[in-house]
């Protein structure tokens, strides 16, 4: 009896598995209604307890494998994705944890190079109305929910003369074209969005050197949908992650900031930095009168590999058992970009998820 109910079960999730195609697929983390008409997330069925259980009495009903079935939204990375109740069903903005956010279609991640179309989708870049001058890209951000955007306070105050903050897009790779392709690949045209509210942190002071608390966030006017092009990293809310000590670990940077040729990329690129010792990063840029503070990191120092001018706001990010969080927000370096011995300095997120969480609504 236990063999043939263990056949039925696999023949259940097979069923589930094949059947996404049928139904308008979701991606991970986008809000649903499940059979019942009870709101939810569409997430991993082995992340959804109530459906799990239904699953693991071992017998079902008829009305059971139907509702199971019909539970389905869509498939990540060939993992059945369903409707559960419940999972983030409040139109309340929440910081995202695991499974729901850090996760990218494309494991091809290699420093100083472009990068791929689907890769490191939670990039944004903020668009400047500029008087007189055709609008531009000039700051990055990172997409942490369907309704913010994570970025530098340099980067929504203190702007130049006649400049104004303008939109956030999302989904770009190629700024030159209208629609990305790769290899025979496409993808969807990117989105812009227009900004409802900015929130800087009240501890920056443009003025000091350091750039301090050098984090804002940027709420747009309506909820995303999310795609392999549009998703959210993740934060590192958990006390597990927010505690982790980066020093001397990989971290990746991408961006449309200027490159060694000193103009600005078309194409979304990427590289590989490693997180350094603060205490000596401090000691680099103490001779320039700069004093850091806990609430930095530094990573980088190499010569020729380096965030720069454009990738402001940008993020600084490490994958950590599978999903990829939000380590920094790209701040301040030297004049010169990508010069040896002197780290770049990153807003450290970890020491601002609560002020993250006390600001979004």
């Not at 472009?114 to 490191?120: A, G, I």
């Not at 942490?144 to 989904?171: D, F, M, Q």
């Not at 200027?258 to 490693?274: G, H, M």
Request: charge should be neutral; aromatic fraction near 6%; include cysteine.
């Amino acid at each position: 009896m236990a063999s043939i109910t263990r056949v039925r079960q696999i023949l259940l999730v097979v069923c589930l598995c094949a059947s996404i195609g049928q139904s308008s697929a979701l991606a991970l983390g986008q809000s649903c209604v499940n059979p019942l008409g009870q709101p939810g997330s569409c997430i991993l069925f082995q992340d959804c307890p109530q459906l799990k259980q239904i699953y693991n009495k071992g017998v079902n009903t008829p009305d059971e494998i139907n509702f199971l079935q019909n539970s389905r939204c869509g498939v990540q990375q060939t993992k059945t994705l369903v409707c559960c109740a419940g999972a983030n069903a409040s139109s309340k903005a929440s910081l995202l944890t695991p499974p729901r956010c850090g996760i990218q279609n494309t494991d091809r991640v290699f420093g100083g190079q472009p990068t791929q179309l689907e890769e490191f989708p939670w990039t944004a870049l903020i668009e400047y109305q500029k008087a007189g001058e055709q609008n531009g890209f000039h700051c990055g951000g990172s997409l942490i929910n369907e309704r913010y955007i994570l970025t530098a306070a340099h980067c929504v105050t203190s702007l130049p003369r006649g400049w104004k903050l303008y939109r956030v897009r999302l989904g770009e790779w190629d700024l030159s074209t209208g629609q990305d392709c790769l290899e025979g690949e496409c993808a969807v045209a990117p989105i812009d969005l227009d900004i409802e509210k900015v929130v800087s942190h009240s501890g920056y002071d443009s003025q000091d050197k350091s750039n301090v608390n050098d984090i804002a966030l940027i709420r747009f006017t309506r909820d995303v949908s999310y795609s392999a092009t549009i998703r959210p990293i993740c934060l590192p809310v958990a006390e597990s992650v927010r505690t982790r000590n980066h020093e001397g670990l990989p971290s990746f940077a991408a961006g449309w900031g200027k490159t060694e040729t000193a103009s600005a990329s078309q194409k979304k690129l990427k590289v590989e930095l490693d997180v350094k010792n603060l205490q000596e990063c401090s000691t680099v840029y103490q001779r320039a009168g700069i004093t850091l503070q806990p609430t930095q990191l530094c990573a980088g120092g190499l010569k020729g590999k380096d965030t720069c001018s454009g990738d402001s706001g940008g993020p600084l990010m490490r994958q950590v058992t599978g999903n990829w969080y939000l380590v920094g927000v790209v701040s301040f370096g030297s004049q010169k970009c990508g010069t040896a011995r002197v780290p770049g300095v990153y807003t450290n997120v970890a020491k601002y998820v609560d002020w993250i969480s006390d600001n979004v609504y």
